[in-house]
């Protein structure tokens, strides 16, 4: 079985196939060590199609830093971790970003990701910054990775997390979002299938920033 690997560098992104069956992987920062170990966890849901969404996160991390701000109003911390999604049929897109929050408890927030929550956080490229004032939330991820084959890899590797404007507690917590269908399209921003649509969103352990 041949096996192909891509790489996020700091500042660029690249995708491919990573096994004969089609796995598609992301890999995102650059190495580091001695993080605190987050519970893996996995979810399993099935349309009305009997298309099957499996997402499962492994070897996740998160390792406190010192804000390069050093104003006192800064956050930081380096995270890892592995996430895999995996289609019984059809095609699909995965995301992987994270919830940021200042002084609010992100625990609650499972249940959706509208209302109060703001996602117009910039997106997983290099280090991340996320200005947040004390009481806000922003849902920054990184890019559609296609999952033309069934499977999809992202590969996080003590990217760094930094909350600027922050006086209080700051948290986070990570997110895998996975859209298949039949037949499933995303061109020119229009989403399109041949089957009804499975939508999952798995989401990690909050964890504190500094």
């Known amino acids: 079985m041949s096996k192909k690997a891509t790489t ?9 196939a990573v096994s004969a069956v089609g796995a598609a992987g992301l890999m995102i ?4 060590a001695d993080a605190a170990r987050l519970p893996s966890g996995s979810k399993t849901s099935t349309g009305i199609d009997g298309q099957v969404v499996k997402i499962k996160r492994t070897a996740e991390s998160a390792r406190g830093l010192h804000s390069v701000a050093n104003n006192g109003a800064g956050r930081s911390a380096a995270v890892s971790g592995t996430y895999k999604a995996t289609l019984s049929k059809g095609v699909g897109t995965m995301k992987v970003g994270y919830l940021v929050g200042c002084q609010v408890d992100i625990t609650g927030l499972e249940g959706g990701l509208s209302g109060s929550l703001s996602a117009d956080g910039p997106a997983l490229n290099g280090a991340l910054t996320v200005p947040l004032k004390p009481g806000e939330v922003k849902l920054v991820s990184g890019d559609s990775l296609s999952l033309k084959k ?4 992202v590969m996080v590797d003590s990217f760094n997390i930094n ?8 948290s986070a917590r990570s997110v895998v979002q996975v859209l298949a269908a039949d037949g499933f399209t995303n061109e020119d921003d229009a989403i399109s299938a041949d089957s009804g649509y499975v939508q999952s969103t798995l989401y990690g352990k909050p964890f504190s920033l500094n």
Not at 8 to 16: E, F, H, I, L, S
Not at 163 to 170: I, P
Request: proline share 0%; glycine share 24%; aromatic share 4%.
């Open 8 to 16: 996020m560098a700091r500042r660029a992104a690249a995708v491919a």
């Open 29 to 32: 920062g650059a190495g580091d």
């Open 150 to 153: 069934g499977k999809g890899t």
């Open 163 to 170: 909350v600027e404007q922050c006086g209080g507690y700051a």
